[in-house]
């Protein structure tokens, strides 16, 4: 995972996402992350993520 700015960027040895969540659900963790400092808000809201069971971590084979 590469930080540049306030974006993140996956490289394709990365674990693959796949995502399983409404729009509402992530606006609202969108919010969350922006009340969060800025150094923790990509892991918040990754962990967030995985919480409410939108965010699924696969290894690539």
Same mark, same amino acid.
């Given at each position: &995972? #590469?930080?540049?700015?306030? *974006? @993140?960027?996956?490289?394709?040895?990365?674990?693959?996402?796949?995502?399983? @969540? +409404? #729009? *509402?659900?992530?606006?609202?963790?969108?919010?969350?992350?922006?009340q969060t400092e800025p150094q923790h808000r990509a892991i918040k809201f990754l962990t967030?993520? $995985? $919480? $409410?069971? +939108?965010? $699924? &971590?696969?290894? =690539? =084979?």
């Open positions: &995972m #590469i930080r540049d700015g306030s *974006k @993140i960027k996956f490289n394709n040895k990365s674990p693959v996402n796949l995502l399983f @969540i +409404g #729009i *509402k659900k992530l606006l609202g963790l969108v919010d969350l992350a922006r967030k993520m $995985e $919480e $409410e069971g +939108g965010l $699924e &971590m696969m290894r =690539q =084979q």
